[in-house]
């Protein structure tokens, strides 16, 4: 009896199963034991700790709506941390003026994310490269403004309080909770965009990021998928914005500094431009890198030095790290992770790059 040879590795057989987000048996084994080490970290960390990995998950949110624009349409965006403003100070006078709940206010902050997406967009119609860019800076300023004005003419001078969210009756409150509201938000934004990024608005996406006048030829509408690149994005960082409102309590312009653009900016770049594993990983080295270099500071002899040179250290460092990935790894971090795993998936085999000649 004739046996038939055992087949080696994945095979696909449909466009279903090349389309599936787990297409291997070893994928969701590895999605199992990660979701099962994020839904166990709460009961086992600090408080600290707890604060940190929230940290991480908003600002995975703002980093994973940055990266479809930037990272995925080739859009230049300097007006992320004034989307941020307009979702939190959406979130803020709709709470002060009209005691809006969050079903309301959550929302309302994607709608006028939205809007400015519309209204800043246009300009990416016309506009390439550094205008964009400074365009797009423009947000940031009138938002700001805009929120410093309200806050001085309502007297709001150290800020915004916002209560606690709550569903029936029960209020969101304390880092353990966040923690899981958080969580379930960044886990919804990366499936969104996972999926948005395989339908034909991607492909689009990757075309015009390629070469806009090749897709235009493609018969590729450039104009309205650059203006929904940006509707998406801004709507998707105005509601993070709208969760930091709620999840620190208050609003104040002083917490969307330029500073924080540059943040976003560098999460993408050093995460790995093009890839949402990338802005996951830029979030976590970002947003922990300032507690990692004062942890390093407090462990040298003489630590009280320097504590007054902590702000300029980070900012010194911060500038170094992105020019060090920007110059050694222009990959970015999921360039480092792919390498790494290239390298256990061929073990004990070396792999050699094809040269075009045979020995």
Partial sequence: MSRQPRASGYFRTGYA?????LQSRTERWALLTLLAVLAGLPFGASPLLLDLANQVLLAAIGALAL?????????????????????????GILFKELAAPFWITLPAAALVGALLGVIFGLPSLRLRGLYLAVSTLALHFLVVYLGGEYESKRGFSTGIIVDPPSIGGFEIYGGRLWYFVLLAVAAATLLLCLN?????????????????????????????HKLLAFVISSALTALAGALFAYYRGFVSVEAFSMFLTIQY???????????????ILGAIFVTLLPYGIEAALRALPGAQRYAGALSAVNYAAFGA???????????????????????????????????????
């Avoid at 199963?17 to 987000?21: G, I």
């Avoid at 941390?81 to 979130?91: D, N, R, W």
């Avoid at 990021?209 to 493609?218: F, Y």
Wanted: charged share 10%; net charge positive.
């Fill in 265 to 279: 900016v560098a999460m993408i770049i050093i995460g790995g431009m093009g890839s949402l594993l990338g802005a």
């Fill in 17 to 21: 199963q090349d389309l599936a987000l």
């Fill in 67 to 91: 990266m479809l624009l930037t990272g995925y349409a080739g859009q230049i965006s300097l007006g992320h941390a004034g989307l941020m403003a307009a979702g939190a100070f959406t979130v």
């Fill in 321 to 359: 790290v992105m020019v060090l990935f920007l110059v050694l790894e222009p990959l970015g971090l999921v360039g480092i992770w792919r390498r790494v795993q290239t390298y256990f998936l061929l073990w004990p085999f070396k792999y050699r790059p094809m040269t075009g000649r045979t020995r």
């Fill in 196 to 224: 948005l990024l395989r339908t034909g608005t991607g492909r689009a996406w990757a075309a015009i990021r390629a070469n806009e006048t090749v897709a235009e030829a493609l018969g590729i509408g450039v104009a309205g």
